[in-house]
């Protein structure tokens, strides 16, 4: 099956800082789409973005279908975005599964 | 708009009880699905459906049964609970899986003694 690897697996930030978690994945994909999980362990989806970039306020994704990989930008974070963002992927066969990688676990300190 | 609604939020069994957790959806999605996350994992894919009487398993299928009669409802049933089943469960839901997001539930804290 399809192999979803992210990086860092955790990552602490001061508020107001910048960072970039990464998704690297095996096979041609799809769909590819981006959570985050809160404290209380809702899930909530940022982006579809099987190809190029999008932003969202102060997130913005990546995604470079031929190298295989995508990149989550959060700049300025604050203590809300603390929490677990996972990437999830489809692969190429339209094999109708969403796998999820084992997720980067951000805290962010005021 | 109630989104996808899970019941129950929580649930304690013993070994070999059996039970049924509830998805349900009210925005005409096709693509219904189950995962299971433990602790410090990803979510695996339990079973997925694809529209009413479309069913097809996931990558951790095992001692889980699904069904999907309906275009709202999608119930996951343990036969025989073990305690390798204690998990959070989420059910997602989607129009269609290649053309747009996952949509989750609120998820269903399940614990096996």
């Known amino acids: 099956g399809i192999q979803v690897e992210q990086s860092p697996p955790d990552l602490i930030l001061q508020e107001g800082a910048n960072s970039t978690l990464r998704c690297n994945f095996s096979?041609?994909?799809?769909?590819l789409q981006w959570f985050h999980q809160n404290p209380w362990g809702q899930l909530i989806n940022l982006f579809y973005?099987?190809?190029g970039t999008k932003q969202n306020g102060r997130l913005s994704a990546t995604t470079v279908a031929t190298e295989r990989y995508s990149l989550l930008y959060i700049s300025s974070s604050q203590t809300t975005d603390s929490g677990v963002y996972f990437c999830?992927?489809?692969?190429?066969?339209?094999?109708?599964?969403?796998?999820f990688g084992s997720g980067t676990r951000l805290l962010v300190r005021p | 708009n109630a989104g996808v609604t899970q019941t129950p939020k929580f649930q304690v069994l013993k070994t070999g009880q059996s039970m049924t957790l509830q998805c349900a959806q009210d925005?005409?999605?096709?693509?219904m699905s189950w995962y299971r996350q433990d602790p410090g994992m990803g979510l695996r894919l339990i079973h997925y459906?694809?529209?009413?009487?479309?069913?097809d398993q996931g990558e951790v299928p095992n001692g889980y049964n699904v069904s999907r009669s309906t275009t709202e409802d999608f119930p996951l049933r343990l036969l025989s609970a073990a305690p390798s089943q204690t998990s959070v469960y989420f059910c997602?839901?989607?129009?269609?899986?290649?053309?747009?997001?996952?949509?989750f539930g609120e998820g269903s804290r399940l614990t096996v003694l």
């Open positions: 999830a992927v489809e692969r190429m066969d339209s094999s109708y599964k969403l796998i």
């Open positions: 096979d041609s994909v799809n769909n």
């Open positions: 973005i099987p190809s």
């Open positions: 925005m005409n999605h096709e693509y």
């Open positions: 459906s694809v529209g009413a009487g479309i069913t």
């Open positions: 997602a839901t989607g129009y269609r899986l290649n053309t747009g997001e996952l949509f």
